[in-house]
């Protein structure tokens, strides 16, 4: 049975920090792809971050990028998105996805097998 469960969510002002935490288990965790996904009310899934297995190729939203970084830490089988200089236009329920082997569509959500049930981010301005 594999589990993906998020952390870390929260309330904090534009221009603050997050980080959020994933932790996959049930298979070995530096095999899977993982992805980040957010959804707000009203508007479909988007893609935000993934990383890829084993060489851990590292993929953002142009949204995002610069801003988010996605990290892997397969001693911990934890992947963790660092949210730097937040926008209110982040607020979102964020996902965590996984994929059990390696995928050439890091940023389709169709690639992933498994997600999380979210977790909260608010960004006030």
């Known amino acids: 049975q594999v589990q993906v469960v998020e952390s870390g969510g929260g309330l904090v002002q534009a221009g603050g920090s997050l980080r959020l935490s994933c932790a996959a288990s049930g298979r070995t965790f530096r095999y899977y792809a993982m992805g980040w996904f957010r959804q707000s009310p009203g508007k479909e899934r988007e893609f935000v971050a993934a990383?890829?297995?084993?060489?851990?190729?590292?993929y953002y939203a142009r949204s995002v990028e610069g801003r988010f970084t996605i990290s892997k830490d397969n001693t911990k089988n934890t992947v963790y998105l660092q949210m730097n200089s937040l926008k209110p236009e982040d607020t979102a329920v964020y996902y965590c996805?996984?994929?059990?082997?390696?995928?050439?569509?890091?940023?389709?959500?169709?690639?992933?097998?498994?997600w999380g049930q979210g977790t909260q981010v608010t960004v006030s301005s």
């Open positions: 996805a996984a994929n059990w082997g390696d995928t050439t569509r890091p940023t389709d959500s169709n690639e992933y097998n498994y």
């Open positions: 990383i890829r297995t084993i060489i851990g190729s590292t």
